[in-house]
């Protein structure tokens, strides 16, 4: 099966891009989908979480107060690096185990569709990586749009992460989600070495 990595600074359009591409027939392994599922009541990622970053991000129902959560992890660097060494673990096991079932299934395709796609190491397990781009001041109100969260909460999810220049370090393709560009022509650009990594990989079996 061939995997593309999507990645990108929070507010890029990642989910935008992952929905094209689940039309395209592609199975979508979305990260965010894994992290709620690892952190679901009485689980051990979610008491992990509360030994780190206090009881009440619990609440009252069990369930995860993601919002006071991320408040907390996303103030510093140091922060955010110690809610990844606990989520990205399990977040990975979930998503390759899916992977396998859906190469069984028939998907020659799989998008591992994740924030932390470089800092856990995935993209070293991906064929392509494709970084979703925007300019800051766009993702910020994309953000704020998303999550309803206050701009000076957003900023602070924002600054937390790596910058755009570091994603694109890592990128086989960028994809500008943002005018004056047209999403469906940069995604043609993704489909193009989709189709040529399949051909080297087809070459590689006959050699």
Do not use: W
């Amino acid at each position: 099966m061939l995997i593309i990595g999507l990645t990108g600074p929070s507010g890029a359009g990642k989910t935008t891009v992952s929905r094209k591409l689940a039309k395209r027939g592609f199975f979508i392994a979305d990260g965010d989908c894994y992290a709620r599922v690892s952190t679901s009541p009485g689980s051990p990622v979610l008491l992990k979480l509360a030994a780190a970053f206090g009881d009440d991000i619990i609440l009252p129902s069990g369930a995860l107060d993601r919002r006071l959560l991320g408040s907390r992890a996303f103030s510093s660097r140091s922060g955010t690096k110690t809610l990844n060494s606990i989520t990205h673990p399990v977040i990975t096991e979930l998503m390759f185990s899916d992977i396998k079932k859906a190469a069984a299934d028939g998907f020659d395709t799989a998008v591992i569709d994740a924030a932390a796609l470089i800092e856990s190491g995935v993209s070293k397990r991906c064929d392509i990586v494709a970084v979703v781009s925007a300019p800051r001041e766009l993702r910020l109100e994309r953000v704020i749009a998303r999550d309803g969260l206050t701009p000076a909460d957003a900023l602070r999810r924002i600054n937390a992460q790596k910058s755009e220049e570091y994603y694109e370090r890592f990128a086989d393709i960028i994809i500008r989600n943002h005018p004056p560009h047209s999403l469906e022509d940069e995604l043609l650009r993704l489909y193009d070495a989709v189709e040529r990594k399949r051909h080297e990989s087809s070459k590689k079996r006959e050699a």
